[in-house]
């Protein structure tokens, strides 16, 4: 694995971090009230975007470990 790759792995997972951070707080306000096909679309998102951030860390975990400070460093920064 070469040092672009493991940067695009990290950046993957960072992405989706923050995404699913923030579609987690646009549910959240919702105050469980789950009517109209706005909340619909938001939950169809989520389901997208914890996909992508599961694959990311699936990634994630297979870096080798000369790039897991790069990792770190990019996870403390979300």
Known sequence: MNVQMAIQ???NYTESAK???ENTA???SYN???QGTDF???WHE???IYHRWQNAAASLRELPTEYMSLAVRAIDEI
């Open 26 to 28: 646009a549910v959240m």
């Open 19 to 21: 995404a699913l951070r």
């Open 46 to 48: 989520r389901e997208m």
């Open 40 to 42: 619909e679309t938001l």
């Open 32 to 34: 469980g009230s789950i």
């Open 9 to 11: 792995i990290i950046i």
